[in-house]
């Protein structure tokens, strides 16, 4: 009997291999671990012969286990896989998977429940991001390995405005610990947003609806408040086809000077192009990103190439999306992904079943 192939997507650090070929192979499955990630399939600019080299690649697994977003799996690319069998991925929720695709051919489709962490590992990740920015670390760190000194400010965030643009789970976690933490005062904006849903939230996240003086604790406002007073504005949305390049130049150029711009949720939820021009210009004091239009980040990207902070450019700090990226969170990802493999062979039921994407 030829064995199962199964392929493991996009795993830069190398954290599958011990979980899957120590638990796998001695069954008789068959794993290859990819460690880079091809252009998306489904991403406008891609020509057709990197979609096929994509297809070729993928083409004789009967077992795909993807990392999140990394490699987005829309309905074309899903009906040129003729072997496929079973689809996992991590995450109980993920925007790139047409699942109605995967679910007419009969393939299963699973994710995975991560551990629960207070603040989770994004949170952690954004509020990262927010300090470096406004205290200067990665310049200042800079500095002092070229053999300088002290050669710009910090920036204080005690008692600011705290803009967050969302206000689920991320938003509301972040928002506490900047209100916690830095006293900043929160103002919150989305689509469909209302004040008792604020309150509520503040509510459950242990907060004072409002303080002494009736001041809403989590105040919900109008979009052009939001970032026009925002000290700091970040996104804390969900990708989803109304999200999709929400955030434009006419709602950038309405920021303070002084104000940052943080985006640790999905990069196409902000018109890249408009962002950047904003940078490029100075108009704000700083951007914070851990997540880009496409992942990875091309080597030609402008985010990468022009001199931030010089010649009159805003200061811009990037991380490379990380902010699930923890070995321990990862290891147990796999570890979820591997169970549900031995599941479906023994024809069991599998966990964390998707019936569409989540959102």
Same mark, same amino acid.
């Given at each position: ?14 954290? %599958? +291999? ?32 990197? $979609?096929?080299?994509?297809? $070729? =690649? ?13 490699? #987005? ?9 003729? @072997? ?7 995450? +109980? ?13 009969? /393939? ?7 551990? $629960? =962490?207070?603040?989770? @590992? ?7 991001? /927010? ?6 670390? +990665? ?69 004072? &609806?409002?303080? *002494? ?9 109008? =979009? ?34 002084? *104000?940052?711009?943080?985006?640790? %949720?999905?990069? #196409? ?24 239009? /496409? ?29 699930? &990226? ?13 169970? @549900? ?11 964390? &079943? ?6």
């Amino acid at each position: 009997m030829a064995p199962i192939k199964i392929a493991v997507l996009d795993d830069y650090q190398l954290v %599958s +291999p011990p979980i899957f070929e120590i638990k796998l192979q001695p069954l008789g499955f068959e794993v290859t671990i990819f460690t880079d990630t091809l252009l998306p399939y489904n991403h406008p600019n891609t020509p057709q012969d990197d $979609k096929d080299a994509l297809v $070729k =690649r993928l083409e004789p697994f009967e077992i795909i286990c993807s990392m999140r977003e990394r490699t #987005p799996f829309p309905a074309e690319l899903v009906n040129r896989l003729p @072997n496929l069998k079973l689809f996992l991925t991590t995450g +109980p929720r993920n925007a790139s998977i047409d699942v109605k695709a995967l679910s007419a051919r009969g /393939i299963p489709v699973a994710g995975t429940v991560p551990e $629960k =962490r207070v603040p989770d @590992n994004t949170t952690q990740h954004c509020v990262g991001l /927010i300090l470096s920015l406004a205290r200067n670390i +990665p310049q200042d760190d800079a500095v002092m390995k070229s053999g300088s000194w002290q050669t710009g400010f910090a920036t204080n965030l005690a008692g600011k405005v705290f803009g967050t643009i969302g206000l689920g789970r991320l938003g509301t976690s972040v928002s506490r610990i900047m209100h916690i933490a830095f006293g900043m005062k929160i103002i919150a904006w989305s689509t469909n947003l209302t004040q008792e849903a604020a309150d509520e939230k503040a509510k459950a996240a242990g907060l004072p &609806v409002e303080d *002494a003086n009736g001041e809403k604790t989590f105040k919900v406002v109008s =979009r052009d408040e939001l970032f026009s007073s925002a000290d700091v504005a970040s996104v804390q949305l969900v990708l989803s086809d109304r999200s999709r390049g929400l955030i434009t130049a006419d709602d950038l150029r309405k920021m303070k000077s002084s *104000a940052f711009f943080v985006n640790t %949720s999905r990069g #196409p939820i902000v018109v890249e192009d408009d962002l950047l021009d904003v940078a490029k210009k100075g108009a704000i004091r700083g951007v914070g990103l851990d997540v880009y239009e /496409i992942e990875p980040l091309p080597t030609s990207s402008e985010w990468r190439k022009v001199k931030w902070g010089e010649d009159g450019t805003s200061k811009v700090v990037l991380s490379p999306h990380m902010g699930y &990226v923890q070995e321990d969170h990862l290891t147990d990802m796999y570890q979820k992904q591997v169970e @549900n493999i031995l599941r479906w062979h023994k024809g069991e039921a599998m966990a964390t &079943v998707y019936t569409d994407n989540g959102y």
